[in-house]
């Protein structure tokens, strides 16, 4: 079993590169595309640090298809969030990667729900589960925190307006107990608490716990930071815990949760590195950089290490108010496109 902020930095350090410097070698030799783009550039297989650990950048998912399992073992296929037309990222899972990550995601939000299912809205639209061979973004995060949750309710209809009367149902029906929340941000800021306010619905969610993340780029558009919007959900709607999270498909389970103080934290199998956007060098606590992301669960693509395409602060280590080990930090924007770019094409050059 996976306990995930009872570990110091260092001690963390130490078995997470032993895990990864495998997970490295296992890439090299299952899948040629990886090889070659280290051998291009020149990255190390046998690490000496985490700082070391090769990585790629995450924008090469959209551009390749990378995977180090064979095709008939590949069960379910991934993909990015992306509006139509973009390219979005896929990534094959096996049986073992995927029960590797289903794992570790229900013990790093274990600390914040406890080991009871509560009664679950789940502030989105069924219709996002209809194909369970290829999973959107949206659909595996539904997929994975749904197994927190027990009698579950989706939020929208399937032209995404809100289901205002089996909504009030539901909260009626389990008024005074505790009730589990999960969405996207932006989907619950546009489609949940705007159409209440557009409609004058008086919604109380009481005694409730909301679990959410990804689409802080359209917040920031409409000038609506972490607390803000925590503030407004709480005041209009009477959500009365809020919890965020980071993480990206290319990962999946690798997520970064939202203690008590408001930090996002490094879970004992999974990590992050600052590094410097031009020179890619590492960077000191406190100073804004490139996010790279590291995790001992992909083993049936590479993506134990990647460089992805977010700018962070790690905050400190090991000593946040809250209790739990290990960095802590907060996620503040995106890099322009154009640079990360061509990164990649640095990458996928060697091929």
């Known amino acids: ?74 069960i379910k296929i991934l993909t990015s969030s992306g509006t139509t037309g973009q390219q979005v990222s896929k990534i094959y899972l096996d049986k073992e990667t995927s029960i590797a990550q289903r794992r570790a995601l229900v013990e790093v939000v274990k600390p914040i729900l406890g080991g ?28 994975g925190f749904s197994n927190f949750g027990c009698k579950h309710f989706y939020a929208l209809n399937d032209d995404m307006s809100l289901d205002v009367e089996g909504l009030q149902a539901f909260l009626k029906k389990y008024k005074g107990q505790r009730i589990l929340l999960f969405g996207f941000t932006f989907m619950i800021w546009q489609y949940i608490y705007k159409e209440a306010c557009h409609k004058r619905l008086e919604l109380d969610f009481g005694d409730s716990l909301l679990i959410h993340g990804g689409g802080w780029k359209k917040l920031e558009d409409e000038a609506v930071d972490s607390l803000t919007f925590n503030r407004i959900l709480k005041e209009q709607l009477g959500i ?47 100073q804004q950089g490139l996010i790279q992301v590291v995790s001992e669960l992909p083993k049936s693509y590479p993506g134990h290490s990647l460089l992805t395409e977010d ?25 322009p496109k154009a640079e990360l770019r061509g990164c990649s094409d640095t990458f996928q050059g060697g091929i």
Not at 117 to 133: A, F
Not at 134 to 139: D, E, K, L, Q, T
Not at 244 to 267: A, K, R
């Open 1 to 74: 079993m996976i306990v995930p902020y009872h570990l110091k930095q260092a001690e963390k350090e130490q078995q997470l590169l032993e895990k990864l410097n495998t997970l490295t070698k296992l890439h090299v030799e299952n899948c040629k595309e990886y090889k070659a783009m280290l051998k291009k550039s020149n990255m190390l297989i046998e690490a000496n640090s985490i700082k070391e650990v090769p990585y790629i950048p995450i924008q090469l998912f959209k551009l390749m298809d990378l995977k180090s399992i064979s095709q008939e073992n590949v």
């Open 116 to 143: 009871k299912r509560l009664p679950m809205i789940i502030l989105d639209t069924k219709s996002v589960l209809k194909n369970r061979k290829s999973f959107s973004a949206r659909g595996a995060g539904i997929l």
């Open 240 to 286: 009365q815990e809020v919890h965020n999270y980071y993480g990206m498909v290319e990962q999946i389970g690798s997520i970064f949760v939202e203690c008590s103080e408001g930090h996002l934290h490094t879970p004992s199998y999974a990590d992050i590195i600052i590094r410097n956007p031009i020179t890619f060098e590492l960077l000191p606590v406190g």
């Open 311 to 335: 700018l962070g602060i790690v905050h400190g280590i090991d000593d946040c108010n809250c209790g739990w080990k290990g960095k802590y930090f907060s996620v503040v924007g995106r890099i």
